[in-house]
């Protein structure tokens, strides 16, 4: 049997009329950037958080780029984000003019450490940003409540996360700002790039609109020296017939998990943590294992497609290598870079793939 690590062929086959007839409906229309979709989406996509406002833009490092400038954080100022994640989280930051601070996360829920945070904050910390990783929440209660203490932002990057909740709820409507990624692959996928912002706070959306549009909120008048990064009518339009389906979606992913939880039982590999609080819609099933790259050779040679998200920790990313940083300097980060292993999972897995997998771990 060949099982793909991922594919969109079972998720596009259902929805290709609808999707084809809102490109033809775009096309007709004959407007491209920030028409009836664009708007429409933002009011849903938010709603869908439980927010008033959303802010579409181009992908999901610019959302989390954005809402950092729309709060005033820039040259001098500190960012504490995860040790563990997907480099986006960290290059926002950078992107924004402040400096990343590595924080541990947990080595069972894989999010950051809220018992690590405080020892992290210094004198030019601004802001949070917690990672709902792989799809499960971090610890929000606690996070806010340091950050409350010491009068720092929570952005929470949402962007495996879409649908999520933390003691029911949302995530991105923990913080001051929620940033969604768009990218194919996530549980809300566009079909190209795209992302956006989501916030309570109608100051906060009006900024983050002007900055991703030249800095503009009338036209040809630029308050703040902004980028151009729109989310695009015809990625709106795909998006609303998408998300229409994401609760269906993250239920399909729970019953995946669910599957291979109950029917994976080696003593070799360690199983995802989830519970408590936090709620789990499944972006990835990652378990971890002592011989992760034996691991994984041998469940190619039997057609299982997986995954290591992410082999290299960021302070050992060549492009932070100015930070000065060695091996051995977040040695939980390390641990899981060289542990993990992401199992297939996607839309339209049949239980017979699921126990196909599930059986040649068992095997191991
Ligand atoms: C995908 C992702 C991003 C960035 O999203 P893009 O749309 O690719 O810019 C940011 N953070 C995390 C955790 C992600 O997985």
Same mark, same amino acid.
């Given at each position: 049997?060949?099982?793909?690590?991922?594919?969109?062929?079972?998720?596009?086959?259902?929805?290709?009329?609808?999707?084809?007839?809102?490109?033809?409906?775009?096309?007709?229309?004959?407007?491209?950037?920030?028409?009836?979709?664009?708007? &429409? *989406?933002?009011?849903?996509?938010?709603?869908?958080? +439980?927010?008033?406002?959303?802010? @579409?833009?181009?992908?999901?490092? !610019? /959302?989390?780029?954005?809402?950092?400038?729309?709060?005033?954080?820039?040259?001098?100022?500190?960012?504490?984000?995860?040790?563990?994640?997907?480099?986006?989280?960290?290059?926002?930051?950078?992107?924004?003019?402040?400096?990343?601070?590595?924080?541990?996360?947990?080595?069972?829920?894989?999010?950051?450490?809220?018992?690590?945070?405080?020892?992290?904050?210094?004198?030019?910390?601004?802001?949070?940003?917690?990672?709902?990783?792989?799809?499960?929440?971090?610890?929000?209660?606690?996070?806010?409540?340091?950050?409350?203490?010491?009068?720092?932002?929570?952005?929470?990057?949402?962007?495996?996360?879409?649908?999520?909740?933390?003691?029911?709820?949302?995530?991105?409507?923990?913080?001051?700002?929620? &940033? *969604?990624?768009?990218?194919?692959?996530?549980?809300? +996928?566009?079909?190209?790039?795209? @992302?956006?912002?989501?916030?309570? !706070? /109608?100051?906060?959306?009006?900024?983050?609109?002007?900055?991703?549009?030249?800095?503009?909120?009338?036209?040809?008048?630029?308050?703040?020296?902004?980028?151009?990064?729109?989310?695009?009518?015809?990625?709106?339009?795909?998006?609303?017939?998408?998300?229409?389906?994401?609760?269906?979606?993250?239920?399909?992913?729970?019953?995946?998990?669910?599957?291979?939880?109950?029917?994976?039982?080696?003593?070799?590999?360690?199983?995802?943590?989830?519970?408590?609080?936090?709620?789990?819609?499944?972006?990835?099933?990652?378990?971890?294992?002592?011989?992760?790259?034996?691991?994984?050779?041998?469940?190619?040679?039997?057609?299982?497609?997986?995954?290591?998200?992410?082999?290299?920790?960021?302070?050992?990313?060549?492009?932070?290598?100015?930070?000065?940083?060695?091996? +051995?300097?977040?040695?939980?980060?390390?641990?899981?870079?060289?542990?993990?292993?992401?199992?297939?999972?996607?839309?339209?897995?049949?239980?017979?793939?699921?126990?196909?997998?599930?059986?040649?771990?068992?095997?191991?």
């Amino acid at each position: 049997m060949k099982i793909p690590f991922s594919t969109f062929q079972h998720m596009h086959e259902a929805l290709r009329p609808q999707l084809l007839s809102a490109f033809e409906r775009c096309v007709e229309t004959g407007w491209f950037i920030q028409g009836e979709e664009y708007t &429409a *989406f933002e009011a849903e996509f938010a709603a869908s958080c +439980g927010l008033p406002y959303g802010v @579409g833009v181009g992908n999901g490092m !610019d /959302a989390i780029f954005l809402a950092l400038r729309a709060l005033g954080i820039g040259a001098g100022d500190e960012v504490i984000v995860p040790s563990h994640t997907f480099i986006a989280t960290a290059l926002a930051v950078r992107y924004a003019g402040a400096a990343p601070v590595f924080c541990e996360p947990r080595m069972d829920t894989f999010t950051l450490d809220p018992e690590k945070i405080e020892a992290c904050i210094t004198a030019r910390t601004r802001a949070i940003i917690p990672v709902h990783l792989y799809g499960q929440a971090a610890d929000m209660d606690s996070i806010c409540r340091t950050a409350k203490r010491h009068g720092l932002f929570v952005v929470e990057d949402c962007a495996q996360a879409h649908g999520a909740v933390y003691q029911g709820k949302p995530v991105g409507s923990w913080g001051q700002a929620g &940033a *969604f990624s768009f990218y194919p692959g996530k549980n809300l +996928g566009a079909l190209g790039d795209a @992302g956006a912002a989501v916030t309570a !706070d /109608a100051q906060l959306a009006d900024k983050m609109h002007a900055l991703c549009c030249y800095g503009s909120s009338e036209k040809y008048v630029h308050e703040y020296a902004g980028v151009n990064s729109r989310l695009d009518e015809l990625q709106a339009a795909f998006l609303r017939i998408k998300l229409r389906c994401l609760a269906q979606w993250n239920a399909e992913r729970q019953q995946i998990a669910k599957k291979y939880l109950e029917s994976i039982q080696n003593e070799r590999l360690l199983l995802p943590v989830t519970g408590g609080q936090r709620n789990h819609v499944w972006h990835l099933f990652v378990i971890r294992c002592e011989e992760r790259d034996r691991l994984r050779a041998y469940l190619a040679e039997k057609g299982i497609g997986t995954n290591v998200h992410y082999p290299i920790p960021m302070h050992l990313q060549k492009a932070f290598s100015d930070m000065g940083f060695q091996k +051995g300097a977040f040695p939980i980060a390390e641990k899981l870079s060289e542990t993990i292993l992401s199992l297939p999972l996607y839309i339209g897995m049949s239980d017979e793939e699921i126990a196909y997998v599930a059986d040649a771990l068992n095997a191991f």
